[in-house]
């Protein structure tokens, strides 16, 4: 776990309505794959915004190249067990070289359109938020997406 200034500082970067999903997800992150902390609050504030528009009950998922270089593999759905595992297992299948995985399981509350209400709130739906940041930007997307 990192020291409480690092935490301090990705959290003072981010808007307090996103502090749940933010320190699930810095908690998710081994020492090692800890980022700067103006980079967390980017992806931090990138896979929130995404999750706040309506998602089908089933979850979404995404692929970002940001401004950063850095391809990213975005997912959410509702948790489950194995579900982390077996998407690690399927990227890897694919020979997609991963080079750090964030997880953070957050209580999300969603109107019947799917539309994000809240994070952590009590008696929610607990929601696997899973980030993966790849080594090498994908160079067939679509192959990857047939997977």
Avoid at 15 to 38: F, I, M, Q
Avoid at 97 to 124: I, N
Wanted: no cysteine; net charge negative.
């Amino acid at each position: 776990m990192a020291d409480d200034s690092w935490i301090k500082d990705v959290l003072r970067r981010l808007d307090k309505k996103a502090w749940p999903l933010a320190t699930a997800y810095l908690d998710s992150l081994s020492d090692a794959d800890r980022a700067a902390p103006a980079q967390e609050a980017a992806w931090i504030d990138a896979l929130t915004a995404w999750a706040r528009q309506p998602m089908p009950p089933t979850g979404g998922l995404r692929l970002v190249s940001g401004e950063d270089g850095a391809t990213r593999i975005e997912i959410l759905h509702p948790d489950m067990p194995f579900l982390l595992a077996s998407l690690g297992m399927a990227l890897a299948a694919q020979g997609v070289a991963v080079l750090r995985v964030a997880h953070p399981v957050v209580r999300a509350k969603r109107d019947a359109r799917g539309r994000l209400q809240s994070l952590g709130t009590a008696g929610a739906l607990p929601e696997s938020w899973m980030q993966f940041v790849l080594k090498d930007p994908l160079s067939d997307p679509e192959g990857l997406a047939e997977a």
